[in-house]
């Protein structure tokens, strides 16, 4: 009998729980032996199936040699960093889906459990359900990897897609998320941009191996969208999504950084809707590459970490080694990267051409909607600052 602990009985600590048990046979089979929660830590007690496995104290976890993998659940940092060291120190290996922990002191848990010759794993802390990471560092080692992009975030994209598909206004459209549960009552992380910032700073550091510090790396998110854009893009072919990007630049560097983008319906991951995520991975060798599914949710990300529980336990005593160098120097500031620009003017066709020469209109009514060419985004910045700017967004070559 294998023996694990999970700390938090929130969605995805109840959504392990359940998988562990719902899915044991199939697990045992490829394991070679039963896996069994056997404590579960937790701040108040409440009744339930899992009301025997409650602890409210980490030693009990901490100081039992039965217990082989903790599964971290709680979220945010101070208590989760602190209980995910003490974890590791104790020769315990570690999965978690926290990508705020990961994503600021991944690289010091991942050289922690190297010396405790112990595995820290995060599968599920970028795409909920949706393998990712594996298939970065080790399906596509061979590649050097240029760019990943992608829709990282559930809750800003199903806001997206009710603006598109009913016409829905972004405040209308992010009542009717909370109201299904995908919005949690305050949604500041999602569409600010924040979540969603954390996960591609993560993919950053595994793609190019430095680490990204999650202060420098810009997160915008949707809301100052205006369901005028929304429709002008639509007419046009392109589709407004939240992206999150991490690119390597031409002389070396890298950039990272979250924003609203136009892309055209041409581009696969234009059609991803709902909830859904996606991710688009540029390798030297294999060209693009996605990845897509549910991002998040109780049995998806649930099913993620799991999987990271059994490849702990199979990988004897540690998986092939993955990290980062602590090394952040090289990064630079994403309005380097030479891009197209979708601009709303309160103003002409005369005044966009004057500001940036040819241009594509998109929309011309009283306000101007255009495409500039490729230009950095110092350059947009600078030649739009006399224009009165209504919007103002990327598009996706």
């Given at each position: ?159 997206l897609t009710r603006m598109v598909r009913t016409g829905a206004f972004f405040s209308d459209a992010l009542r009717e ?221």
């Amino acid at each position: 009998m294998i023996q694990i602990a999970i700390m938090g009985l929130g969605t995805v600590g109840t959504g392990v729980a359940k998988v562990v048990a719902e899915n044991a046979k199939q697990i045992e089979r490829k394991l070679g032996e039963p896996l069994q929660v056997k404590r579960i830590l937790v701040r108040r007690f409440k009744d339930g199936p899992y009301r025997q496995l409650m602890t409210d104290d980490f030693k009990r976890i901490e100081e039992d040699d039965d217990i082989r993998v903790v599964v971290e659940t709680i979220g945010g940092v101070e208590a989760a960093y602190e209980y995910t060291k003490r974890a590791l120190m104790a020769g315990k290996h570690v999965v978690t889906a926290n990508k705020q922990l990961v994503a600021e002191h991944g690289c010091e848990l991942l050289e922690l459990a190297k010396k405790k010759n112990a595995n820290y794993l995060f599968e599920a802390s970028v795409g909920g359900g949706i393998p990712i990471l594996h298939p970065l560092t080790q399906c596509m080692a061979a590649n050097r990897i240029d760019e990943v992009y992608g829709i990282l975030n559930g809750t800003t994209n199903y806001i997206l897609t009710r603006m598109v598909r009913t016409g829905a206004f972004f405040s209308d459209a992010l009542r009717e998320a909370q109201a299904k549960g995908y919005a949690e009552a305050d949604p500041t992380a999602d569409v600010e941009g924040i979540d969603a910032g954390r996960k591609i700073c993560i993919l950053a550091d595994l793609a190019f191996g430095h680490q990204v510090d999650p202060d420098k790396v810009p997160m915008e998110g949707i809301t100052k969208l205006s369901l005028r854009d929304v429709k002008i893009a639509e007419r046009a072919g392109y589709r407004i999504k939240l992206l999150g990007r991490a690119v390597r630049l031409p002389g070396g560097g890298r950039t990272a950084y979250v924003a609203p983008h136009l892309i055209s319906e041409d581009n696969p991951i234009s059609g991803v809707e709902d909830v859904f995520n996606a991710v688009m991975v540029k390798g030297n060798a294999t060209g693009e590459v996605m990845f897509y599914g549910k991002g998040a949710g109780e049995l998806p990300t649930a099913s993620a970490c799991v999987a990271d529980v059994m490849e702990c336990l199979q990988a004897s005593p540690r998986r092939e080694e993955i990290g980062w160098s602590h090394e952040t120097a090289g990064f630079e500031d994403p309005l380097e990267l030479h891009t197209r620009y979708y601009f709303r003017i309160e103003g002409s066709l005369t005044d966009a051409a004057m500001a940036f020469g040819q241009v594509e209109v998109l929309s011309e009514d009283g306000e101007t909607a255009f495409l500039t060419d490729r230009i950095s985004g110092q350059d947009a910045m600078q030649q739009s600052k006399f224009l009165n700017v209504l919007a103002c967004m990327r598009v996706l070559a």
